[in-house]
């Protein structure tokens, strides 16, 4: 049974700092790229960060470059994401997401994911 589970959501004050944490069982996590998507409430859900099965390659979305930051424990088979300076519209629910890669050392948020967790939520307050 695949379980893909993410926490340390919450609210945080604008400018503040939260880090989630994404734990997974029931497929060889690192055989799988992993990523981070995040959906406001009437938006579209889009990427966040993504890092290769080897934590050597990490891509992030344009308006949260320099912010944020994804991490692998592959001896855990967790996923993180270091949020920084955070701001308002990084309101959302941020999702956990695995996708296979057949050995191929990269990563990429425009594809397929196969498995995906239910969200944490995160409110950023002014």
């Known amino acids: 049974l695949v379980q893909v589970v993410e926490s340390g959501g919450g609210l945080v004050q604008e400018g503040g700092s939260l880090r989630l944490s994404c734990t997974t069982s029931?497929?060889?996590?690192?055989?799988?790229?992993m990523a981070w998507f995040r959906q406001a409430p009437g938006k579209e859900r889009e990427g966040v960060g993504c890092i290769s099965w080897s934590g050597g390659m990490t891509g992030y979305e344009g308006s949260v470059k320099g912010r944020f930051t994804v991490s692998r424990d592959n001896a855990k088979n967790t996923l993180y994401l270091q949020m920084n300076s955070l701001k308002p519209e990084d309101t959302a629910m941020y999702y956990c997401a695995a996708a296979y890669t057949n050995g191929g050392d990269w990563c990429s948020l425009n594809r397929e994911y196969s498995y995906w967790g239910q969200g944490t939520q995160v409110t950023v307050s002014r």
């Open positions: 029931g497929f060889t996590f690192d055989e799988y790229s």
